[in-house]
């Protein structure tokens, strides 16, 4: 006889990571809660369209607003001239707002065209100039990674290149600006020297932009509160002259090691090293050798870059990269330069989202130490499955990936290494690139939340200002102490020892502990900072199936699994796919709390299958409220709240081939019983209400599939 068979696909892992959160101290008078996201991801953005003379007409400006694990109501807005647009974007999406040539700046003089991007949430913004035969684009900065001091870059291959720069007030009521100019440029009329200081005041959403011949580099901008500033070329000699622009980081978020990677076989790009601080010595390592600089305030060096370059420095530097114009022989065109910022090597993420554009061919350009492309995905696909390029160097790699001519949003992650990157483009007569990585802030804090610990990492200053020692800092337990990794010090914070307790407050369920700095052989304390990893009671992620990842920062916190099995033994789990199983089969499927913390419970909340993804209009519901639905589902009975098991009979839909799972799953934690999981299966009248009266950590929404049916002699679990 024939047999039905079930092809079983796994498609992509789950990873709800946690949303991370930590109050700080009164004494060390940081009071701000420290959110650590992926890229630049926040509410608030300030960009400005700087100048392009070559087709000023006709060149717009794309703001991309890209959304994570949350829907945005994000509102864009422009004093002169009048814009205000206010829009949804689907959580785990992308939409585009365009602004005309009006709103560039083509004034000498100071002006209202700072447009500001407001979101309910966080989300990532990107920032594409798009003309005829003309385009860049950068990462835009958050206000949170806005500061008070920067230095200009304008980077050239040719003297002819015109040169800009803008300072924009988005968010303060005024700033004070001093411009200590390093060529000479003119305002107001009057011609400022090398070396002469320019004052001005920039109030709320005011902008000020300057144009010069001379290379403007060594610039230095001092504001009296935090700004956002811009730089770039106007024109840049190239086949078509194209703009450049990018937006500068702070001196405060500027780093000391930078693995720089040639863009597409190039050999005559340049980086442009710039320091802050005197006496900064500067090692460049290439194959042919080691060379050293030794930098002053506000002065750079300007290397070529004809092979992978190693930058380290004794203080913080900035590194800038420009390409030069060039010839692709495989696409046969000619393409322009762009400008970007080098991201510090050892700094990066595990996780980003990213956007390219369709009129590009376009292309990534990763970095890292991990040795080999295991372990990345682009988009939920394994990176071995693109066209890539390798080059290496001390322990360094570089990965070129062909996009090919995509449009929007894409995200990109490795399952336990992080990186950094750059996306860009190239088309005829143009071409586009941003850098997009981890910058260091040393002043502010930051806090990571793992499945069963978190990690704190402490500012410098706080301990120099309390005259501490990094073993003088701990946590409740005086046994547990901070650590110096690096140049960062460090305290790990365990949930399940070392004082930390699980409390709950207006609702919410969270770890906490408190950070302490104690003066040796008392009980006097120079610092005190509460921190918490906390859970939004109604958080929903959307979560697929394999690879495995372990710290997607913008979903979810506990690692949540769900794994399916040959047996009702629970012993031997489908590893290999696709998988076929007859249909007059069963199916089982574990959930479980992938954490060392034993007072998490877990709870299938719902359980459902559909012929299409998302398809809300015809599924079959196998289990809801908790509760079981179909006639043949078997709960198995476990000792360990953090894992469910379940089985139930195969099945299929009429008129399809393919079978989609779905599961909303609840994380509840045994400190706050009664709760939704202790609860179990309620009746739908009673599921609003205690929602509302019981405390759950976390809800998940998990997908599986699609199971594939055919026809043939074969029963067999291959």
């Known amino acids: 006889m024939y047999c039905h068979t079930v092809k079983i696909v796994l498609l992509w892992s789950l990873i709800p990571t946690f949303s ?116 860049d684009a950068t990462a835009c900065l958050p206000q949170e990674d806005l500061g008070q001091e920067y230095y200009i870059s304008t980077p050239s291959l040719s003297s002819s290149a015109s040169k800009e720069f803008s300072i924009a007030n988005g968010f303060e009521s005024i700033a004070h600006v001093n411009v200590t100019v390093s060529a000479t440029i003119t305002y107001g009329g009057v011609s400022y020297s090398k070396g002469k200081v320019l004052s001005l005041s920039l109030k709320q959403r005011e902008v000020i932009q300057f144009l010069s011949s001379y290379d403007l580099t060594g610039t230095k901008i001092s504001s009296s509160a935090p700004v956002a500033v811009f730089t770039g070329h106007s024109n840049n000699p190239g086949y078509n002259w194209n703009p450049t622009m990018e937006q500068l980081h702070p001196v405060k978020n500027w780093g000391t090691f930078f693995a720089v990677f040639p863009f597409l076989a190039h050999t005559s790009d340049i980086i442009n090293i710039m320091a802050s601080s005197n006496d900064t010595i500067v090692n460049v390592t290439s194959s042919s050798g080691t060379s050293t600089h030794n930098l002053q305030e506000g002065s750079h060096v300007q290397v070529t870059v004809n092979s992978i370059k190693l930058v380290n420095s004794t203080q913080p530097i900035m590194v800038s990269y420009l390409t030069n114009y060039a010839y692709t022989s495989s696409l046969r065109y000619y393409y322009e330069p762009f400008l970007t910022t080098v991201p510090p090597s050892l700094l990066g993420r595990q996780y980003y989202r990213f956007v390219t554009r369709s009129s590009h061919d376009n292309f990534l350009l990763i970095v890292s130490n991990t040795s080999s492309v295991s372990g990345f995905f682009i988009d939920g696909t394994p990176l071995s499955s693109y066209s890539t390029t390798k080059k290496e160097f001390n322990g360094f790699r570089g990965w070129e990936v062909k996009l090919g001519k995509t449009e929007g949003k894409h995200e990109i992650y490795h399952e336990t290494s992080t990186f950094t990157f750059y996306a860009f483009g190239t088309g005829t007569y143009t071409s586009y ?83 302490y700095g104690t003066i040796p052989n008392t009980d006097v304390h120079r610092i005190e900072i509460p921190v918490r990893c906390e859970m939004e009671s109604n958080k929903s992620v959307e979560l697929l199936i394999n690879p495995k990842v372990n710290n997607v920062i913008c979903k979810g916190y506990y690692n949540v699994s769900m794994q399916l099995y040959q047996s009702d033994s629970f012993t031997e789990p489908l590893t290999l796919y696709p998988h076929e199983l007859d249909l007059h089969s069963s199916l089982h499927v574990e959930f479980k709390v992938v954490s060392e913390e034993k007072g998490l419970q877990i709870l299938t909340e719902t359980l459902t299958a559909s012929p299409a993804p998302e398809n809300t209009t015809k599924k079959y519901t196998v289990i809801q409220n908790g509760c079981r639905q179909d006639s043949t589902l078997q709960v198995h009975q476990v000792d360990d709240p953090r894992l469910q098991r379940f089985t139930f009979h195969l099945f299929k839909f009429d008129q399809s081939q393919d079978i989609y799972l779905a599961a909303n799953v609840v994380i509840c934690h045994n400190a706050t019983s009664p709760n939704r999981c202790t609860k179990g299966c309620i009746s739908p009248r009673l599921r609003r209400d205690v929602q509302a009266s019981m405390e759950q950590l976390d809800t998940n929404t998990l997908s599986l599939g699609p199971f594939g049916y055919s026809s043939n002699k074969k029963n067999r679990l291959a």
């Open 20 to 135: 991370n959160a930590a109050k700080l101290s009164s004494s060390s008078q940081l009071t701000e809660k420290c959110l650590l996201q992926p890229g630049q991801i926040q509410k608030t953005f300030a960009m400005v369209f700087m100048y392009n003379p070559k087709t000023a007409y006709t060149t717009k400006l794309h703001l991309y607003l890209v959304t994570c694990d949350k829907a945005a109501r994000v509102t864009v807005t422009a004093s002169q001239p009048s814009f205000n647009k206010t829009i949804q974007v689907d959580k785990d999406s992308s939409s585009r707002v365009t602004l005309d040539y009006p709103f560039m700046i083509t004034e000498s003089s100071i002006t209202s065209k700072v447009v500001v991007i407001s979101s309910n949430v966080a989300i990532s913004v990107y920032a594409f100039y798009d003309g005829s035969n003309t385009a």
């Open 433 to 515: 690139g941003y850098s997009v990585g981890q910058f260091p802030n040393p002043e502010e804090c930051s806090i990571r939340c793992l499945p069963h610990m978190a990690e704190y990492i402490l500012p410098k200053s706080l301990l120099s200002e309390a005259h501490l020692d990094v073993l003088n800092v701990h946590l409740k337990d005086p046994q547990c102490k901070a650590v110096k990794e690096k140049d960062k010090y460090l305290i790990k914070i365990p949930f399940n020892r070392c004082g930390s307790s699980v409390l709950t407050e207006d609702g919410t369920t969270f770890y906490a502990n408190t950070i």
